[in-house]
């Protein structure tokens, strides 16, 4: 079964800084790569996601993700962080028709003035 | 985009009664539905896969007695909570895949805060 591991559990950066939320996955095949992102109480919200082609994917609010199959990792960027961007991350990782999805830990990202 | 919305957002209830938590598919069919939990500052884990018209499957641990899941329709599954205890409390979100999408992602509901006294 896939697995999706986030290692860092709470990020702090300044606001305007660049931002890098990592992510590393174990599946077997080519795998259906998302990151959502949850506000206090709230749903989960589709940032982006990678399915086959171009291994850099946008996505909504500035972000961008880059798959790297070499090292089994997606990471989320973002060149310059704003303040509304403080919540959780949640990377997660589907398997084939995407019936089965794993989420990591989650990153909690906290944006100073 | 796709739309899933839950009801209630949050409820209340004593220890022994049961809870209906429904999850819906506003502008798609969703012949998949997924059910999570999600304990304060932890990640969402999965606790069953509801199919249209047919028996859920849970997720090992789950107990299929106490959280029973029905999908009676291509836009409604319920979960209920039976007999609830303090331990229940928790967010619970639900998810559908949206079949008109070619990797068949999973759009979220707004998910419903259960506590248990």
């Known amino acids: 079964a896939q697995s999706v591991t986030q290692p860092d559990i709470h990020i702090t950066v300044s606001e305007g800084a660049s931002l890098e939320l990592r992510c590393n996955y174990s599946?077997?095949?080519?795998?259906?790569l998302f990151w959502y992102v949850q506000s206090p109480g709230q749903g989960l919200q589709l940032l982006l996601k990678y399915f086959s082609g171009d291994t850099l994917v946008q996505g909504i609010k500035g972000f961008e993700a880059e798959f790297k199959r070499s090292q089994s990792s997606f990471n989320l960027r973002k060149p310059s962080v704003h303040w509304s961007d403080a919540a959780e991350y949640f990377c997660a990782v589907g398997a084939g028709n995407n019936n089965d999805m794993r989420f990591g830990a989650g990153t909690r990202l906290t944006v100073k003035p | 985009g796709a739309v899933v919305s839950q009801h209630p957002s949050w409820v209340i209830c004593k220890s022994g009664t049961s809870v209906k938590i429904e999850c819906r598919s506003l502008d798609f069919q969703a012949t998949t539905m997924f059910w999570y939990r999600q304990f304060p500052k932890q990640s969402l884990m999965l606790m069953a896969t509801s199919n249209e018209g047919s028996k859920a499957t849970y997720e090992q641990g789950v107990e299929k007695d106490k959280f029973l899941i029905n999908h009676a329709s291509l836009t409604l599954s319920t979960l209920t909570v039976t007999s609830a205890h303090p331990e229940d409390s928790s967010f619970y979100i639900c998810?559908?895949?949206?079949?008109?999408?070619?990797?068949?992602?999973?759009?979220f509901g707004p998910g419903t805060r259960l506590t248990v006294t």
């Open positions: 998810s559908a895949r949206d079949p008109r999408t070619g990797g068949g992602e999973q759009y």
């Open positions: 599946y077997g095949a080519t795998p259906y």
